[in-house]
């Protein structure tokens, strides 16, 4: 084997050609790991969005948005008193009437931005458990509680989201009265305001849907009450089936940003190629006298691959501590609302591994289109 | 100078493809060197020279006949084995001495030494004591490019010599050297003929690099013309 420090001098050689497969390296992890922490984000905060207890209740053929569903409002009531298994405290079941609206909000020196608002009642404790208040109360008329990420949103600094602020909406002023976090959930992203004011002000009778939470995650009953009751034109989707779709519904995008990694990475890999083909090319006479020395082909083609490998992994290596400086944790907004970025371990190691690969892979063909030559012409070789 | 011969070439022929030609540098040579001998394989470009000594050097393989150095015939071994065997049997010195620009010249000769399985310090003696030989054992941590085209030789010399392979070839060594540089480098390829026994065959151009030797071959067209003995 040839010692090690030969190919770590090599890396030095050419300052230049060392820089561009550092970089080359670098810029496709990077794009690994951003396409990787976007699909793990997105996916966490949908399939995360839904409780196997609740069950929801929407509009005959809209099934796939609640924005677009309408029920009558009557429907809640109905379903509190007729279907069995609810969950039920101090004597109120846990059924929550909500209307899901897209309205043009704007804070204090903001743009007007379109944010998905839902009007709710204080039955919606009961259904989110996961919800909790971080800052103040929950709203009441003339009042909105944001989530803690509708500040990405509302296109304000996250500090100056904090009860008390006030937020326009369709030409009147609401206060903030607290704010709300559902740990991964698209909630976060939303404006929470008083049902009825929320009806008023779209000029709607009816609500977008119901949520009801079970006390166990049959929901035969309630699939049962809507056939029952066809005259309400209700549907039934399980909560985790409504974002599991949503999720489905989304695939393309996080499919995209594969497809724009993978492009992009190819399109590297053949400027990799390039790269290290110039910097072996150059050594063609000094490969062919190490083998003349009695070094085999492999021996050789070792040491090529520390070579190239060390410089990708210093590009990988670079690239990961951007993104965890810069991309974890990084707030996205898309039209559901936003989520963290998330650098899960899993996709640490993809962008490793895709360093790994540009080094090997990378050096494989220039590395052999170097090796092949016979000895005699190789060490004529200009170099 | 022992008698019984190192190289040993029979009906030695190359050929090879240049497009739609078949091209035969070298046509059923016969030669014999005897170990310890300093050879100069003389003659015009194209006849043939150069092809024989990479074929005694293992470096390329003959088309037809046979090739037997040290009691063994090297012409049917694969790149592999071939491989192994120039790193236990042959030293090869190049016009243009081939260092490796990024080792410092210890490093250069030490590296035959890493095939095998010497210690560290095995390979710190030996190294050094071929630069020694050399001349050059005040150089030892300069890279190529801090050394002169003769220091530069030396240390292929060295790097040659450094496993004690029974046999040296040079390729035209003195051929990018000044006069005073080119007379030191052989007298030094004298000295490892006649005092460590080393089997050396050269080629050159140059007729007064030939008088080093202790016998010189002129090659025309890929035949031997001539064998000529020359005085001690």
């Not at chain 2, 091209?23 to 040579?29: D, F, G, I």
């Not at chain 2, 001998?37 to 990479?54: D, Q, R, V």
Request: one cysteine or more; hydrophobic letters at 45%.
């Amino acid at each position: 084997m040839l010692p090690f420090r030969y190919a770590i001098r090599n890396l030095f050689r050419d300052p230049m050609r060392l820089l561009q497969t550092l970089l080359g390296s670098l810029l496709v992890t990077l794009l690994v790991m951003g396409a990787g922490a976007f699909n793990q984000g997105m996916t966490r905060m949908l399939s995360a969005s839904g409780d196997p207890l609740n069950v929801i209740l929407l509009g005959a053929g809209s099934e796939e948005s609640l924005q677009r569903s309408e029920i009558p409002d009557k429907a809640a009531g109905i379903a509190a008193s007729t279907i069995p298994g609810i969950q039920e405290r101090a004597g109120r079941s846990a059924v929550s009437p909500e209307l899901h609206f897209m309205g043009y909000l704007q804070a204090p020196d903001a743009e007007r931005v379109q944010i998905l608002l839902r009007g709710v009642k204080a039955e919606a404790l009961m259904v989110y458990p996961e919800l909790s208040l971080l800052e103040g109360r929950f709203p009441r008329a003339g009042e909105l509680m944001p989530g803690r990420m509708a500040w990405k949103s509302l296109g304000i600094p996250q500090e100056d989201l904090k009860p008390g602020m006030l937020l326009e909406f369709e030409g009147q002023s609401f206060r903030v009265s607290g704010i709300f976090a559902a740990p991964g959930t698209v909630m976060e992203s939303e404006i929470w305001a008083d049902l009825n004011d929320l009806r008023t002000l779209t000029q709607r009778d009816s609500l977008s849907g119901v949520t009801l939470r079970m006390q166990s995650p049959d929901h035969r009953e309630v699939k049962l009450f809507s056939t029952r009751r066809r005259n309400l034109e209700l549907s039934v989707v399980p909560e985790q089936e409504y974002y599991a779709g949503l999720a489905h519904f989304y695939a393309p995008i996080r499919g995209m940003t594969w497809v724009t990694a993978l492009l992009i990475g190819v399109g590297a890999l053949a400027g990799g190629l390039n790269t290290l083909y110039a910097a072996f090319a150059s050594r063609i006479a000094e490969l062919a006298t190490l083998q003349t020395l009695g070094y085999s082909r492999a021996a050789i083609l070792l040491s090529l691959i520390q070579e190239a490998l060390m410089a990708c992994l210093l590009g990988s290596l670079l690239a990961l501590t951007l993104a965890l400086q810069f991309l974890d944790g990084l707030t996205v907004s898309f039209s559901m609302g936003s989520f963290q970025l998330d650098m899960s371990p899993g996709v640490v190691l993809a962008g490793l591994l895709t360093g790994l690969f540009l080094g090997v892979l990378g050096t494989l063909p220039p590395a052999l289109r170097c090796l092949v030559p016979p000895l005699p012409a190789a060490l004529r070789s200009a170099g | 100078m022992n008698a019984s011969p190192l190289i040993h070439c029979h009906h030695l022929t190359k050929h090879y493809r240049k497009g739609k030609q078949q091209v035969t540098p070298l046509q059923a040579l016969d030669l014999k060197v005897p170990r310890g001998e300093f050879l100069a394989l003389m003659g015009p470009s194209g006849s043939g020279k150069t092809t024989l000594l990479n074929l005694i050097a293992g470096i390329d393989s003959p088309s037809e006949g046979e090739l037997i150095i040290d009691g063994q015939d090297i012409s049917q071994l694969s790149r592999g084995k071939l491989s192994r065997w120039r790193a236990q049997h042959v030293g090869y010195i190049f016009q243009l001495y081939h260092l490796i620009p990024v080792l410092s010249a210890y490093e250069n000769v030490e590296l035959p030494l890493l095939l095998d399985s010497f210690s560290g310090r095995e390979r710190r003696e030996r190294v050094e004591l071929a630069l020694r030989l050399v001349g050059l054992e005040d150089r030892m941590h300069h890279k190529p490019k801090e050394l002169s085209g003769g220091q530069e030789q030396r240390v292929a010399i060295a790097r040659a010599l450094v496993a004690d392979p029974p046999l040296l070839v040079a390729d035209e060594p003195t051929g990018d050297l000044d006069r005073d540089a080119a007379a030191s480098v052989l007298q030094l390829l004298q000295e490892l003929s006649r005092e460590h026994g080393k089997t050396i065959v050269m080629v050159t151009h140059d007729p007064k690099a030939a008088e080093a030797a202790d016998r010189l071959l002129h090659l025309e067209k890929g035949k031997l013309l001539e064998s000529e003995a020359l005085p001690a």
